[in-house]
């Protein structure tokens, strides 16, 4: 009876060890313009070459920030965002060399990855029952920048950021309808995004310039110049990963269960 007992747990363990709350989206992209601006004025490059590679985000599907604004005078929407990091990021093929190198001294901000979705009705109507169009965006994207102490009356500031962003229609709601998405059924709308293409919807920025320091009586800034790439996207694959960790608990409770059984047997 013992045994049993014991056995069951681990493979109670063993099943709760499999439920992995860790998901992974898998695009393909095709960049295919840049752009390139100094102070205001932008210019095509023409010797940019279509590039294709892929990216991966990982993200969390537990505890997910949530956030529903149904204010007056203000669209309603239900924000989710399923990973917030400050230690990781994902980086494209541009990205080694659109970097530039903090300077000595520089405050240099840790790297940050946000992946979430936005849930917006078409206009706030004072009829909270009226069902309206609505859309869906959805983001992924990764950053590092870093600033300079002020230097007189201005700074320097680099900033770099890249990811994926598309905006798409969502089933007609009304303001009492518009709900919180649980990382589940973000899970479950991402799988069903699988297949499609999305046009423009892959960008990488990266710009440095000189501003005017706050306590300054100036504003704007002093010069700037930055680069643009945009691109196309693929949604190949939305998948449940398992942590390392669940392997090794689903190990050892199927290995437990294994010894059972064949004690039972003898």
Not at 9 to 22: G, Y
Not at 205 to 216: C, F, K, L, M, Q
Request: aromatic share 12%; hydrophobic share 40%.
């Amino acid at each position: 009876m013992k045994h049993r007992i014991i056995a069951g747990a681990m493979l109670a363990l063993a099943a709760f060890a499999a439920s992995a709350t860790t998901a992974e989206l898998t695009v393909d992209v095709i960049a295919k313009s840049k752009w390139l601006s100094t102070n205001g004025t932008s210019s095509y490059d023409f010797d940019f070459k279509p590039t294709s590679f892929s990216l991966t985000f990982k993200f969390d599907l537990e505890n997910p920030y949530q956030d529903l604004l149904l204010n007056a005078g203000y669209k309603p929407w239900a924000m989710t965002i399923l990973n917030y990091s400050t230690t990781s990021s994902t980086k494209t093929p541009f990205t080694g060399t659109l970097a530039v190198a903090a300077p000595a001294g520089a405050y240099v901000q840790n790297p940050l990855t946000q992946l979430g979705l936005n849930r917006m009705l078409s206009e706030w109507d004072f009829d909270a029952d009226k069902v309206l169009p609505t859309t869906d965006q959805i983001l992924f994207t990764s950053s590092e920048s870093w600033q300079t102490p002020a230097q007189g009356e201005t700074y320097t500031k680099h900033t770099n950021w890249r990811g994926i962003e598309w905006v798409q229609e969502s089933l007609p709601l009304s303001r009492n309808q518009l709900a919180k998405v649980s990382g589940e059924e973000f899970l479950a709308h991402l799988q069903s995004q699988v297949g499609k293409s999305f046009a423009n919807a892959f960008y990488e920025d990266a710009w440095t310039g000189v501003y005017y320091d706050i306590s300054s009586a100036s504003t704007g800034f002093v010069q700037q110049s930055g680069t643009s790439i945009r691109g196309d996207i693929f949604i190949r694959s939305v998948a449940v990963v398992p942590e390392p960790g669940t392997f090794a608990l689903s190990a050892i409770g199927l290995a437990l269960m294994a010894g059972w059984r064949r004690r039972s047997m003898v």
